[in-house]
């Protein structure tokens, strides 16, 4: 019987550790958040310790502008204290990599080997006994 829905956390989990091993948060100035690059989503820490996503943040005049669960906002720069974005880390992606195809060779070596090592010198019919059709 098979469970389809078993391999749902499975790959959720994967994808978050794809997603978190393959990008890094940093911290950005306001004048980053201009027209020629801008980032699309951007983590805001007020004043009071509260943190706001803003999707499509830009900077007009002294106020952070953009979408906050797809509604438009305005926030004051004066009430802002740490502004973060996520960017690609190709440092990072380089290492899963890495630890991926690791575990892939290391698994079929392990699997490999065992294939083709030799029988035990102690077969499990050696400690059974005699036309015994429960043992082993």
Known sequence: MRFP???LPVGAGTWLLLTAAC???RTV???ELSPPNPPSRVWVTRADHSAVVFDYARVSGDTLIGLVNAWP???PLSAVTVLRVREPSPDRTAGLVF???SAVVGLWV???DKKTSPPSPF????LC????????
């Open 5 to 7: 829905l078993r391999s």
């Open 23 to 25: 990008t890094a948060t």
């Open 29 to 31: 100035e306001r004048a």
């Open 73 to 75: 906002e305005r926030l």
């Open 99 to 101: 630890v991926g195809v």
């Open 110 to 112: 392990y699997l490999v």
């Open 123 to 126: 077969p499990c019919n050696a």
């Open 129 to 136: 006994p005699v036309n015994d059709p429960h043992c082993c």
